[in-house]
């Protein structure tokens, strides 16, 4: 009984503090700072996009209204129109709905582009093998490690995953469990990097499904 309370003890006096990218600890309630736009560059914080008219009129087509291309066609001509009974002959940021949807597709969220991996089968090959044992394949993936830094980085997921161990009990005092980290081998974990005093260590267990489909 002595030794659950010490456990408790540790993980409510020393989990999960906020430290900056030095390991160092910060004060409490020290909120992060602003995250960087993704795409932003030195010139233009709406790149890809030419700037905030064109990201605007993108996302109120795309997002908001979820124009189908026709209709984005309609606005473009209708956009040109007006700029040219304005007196202004510069043209578009787009003079199509294909192009359109090659500026969003070249948005960036993160820097995890995919790789190309080609391998084999690599054993002994019989007298008349079957074809996969000849046939070289391509994995296409991206660095797990990269993925998780941009899972980390990004807001909208700020409050919808668990960063710490913690233990739920229902109205009559029965164990819940909801998720990985409800569980007893996240806290028990947690308990042991701290009785090795390892206070500037984090355990990040990454769980994923597999969907055949």
């Not at 009984?1 to 993980?11: A, G, H, S």
């Not at 109205?171 to 806290?187: E, I, K, P, Q, Y």
Request: net charge negative.
């Amino acid at each position: 009984m002595l030794r659950q309370f010490c456990d408790n003890y540790l993980l409510i006096a020393c989990i999960a503090l906020p430290c900056d990218s030095d390991r160092k600890f910060l004060p409490q309630h020290t909120r992060p700072p602003p995250p960087a736009a993704p795409n932003a560059t030195e010139d233009n914080a709406y790149h890809p996009f030419e700037d905030r008219l064109a990201f605007d009129w993108a996302h109120y087509h795309f997002v908001e209204l979820q124009s189908s291309e026709r209709q984005i066609n309609k606005g473009l001509d209708l956009w040109l129109a007006a700029k040219l009974k304005a007196g202004d002959t510069s043209p578009l940021p787009w003079s199509s709905a294909e192009e359109i949807y090659q500026t969003i597709d070249a948005i960036q969220e993160g820097d995890a582009p995919f790789k190309t991996i080609k391998f084999k089968y690599a054993g002994p090959i019989r007298e008349n093998p079957p074809t996969w044992m000849t046939r070289t394949y391509e994995l296409c993936m991206r660095d797990s490690r990269i993925l998780l830094h941009n899972q980390l980085a990004t807001m909208d997921f700020a409050d919808t995953f668990t960063p710490t161990p913690y233990r739920q009990f229902n109205h009559t005092g029965d164990r819940v469990w909801s998720n990985l980290m409800s569980g007893d081998w996240a806290w028990n974990e947690a308990v042991c990097i701290l009785r090795h005093h390892c206070t500037d260590l984090i355990l990040i267990p990454i769980t994923g499904y597999y969907c055949s489909g």
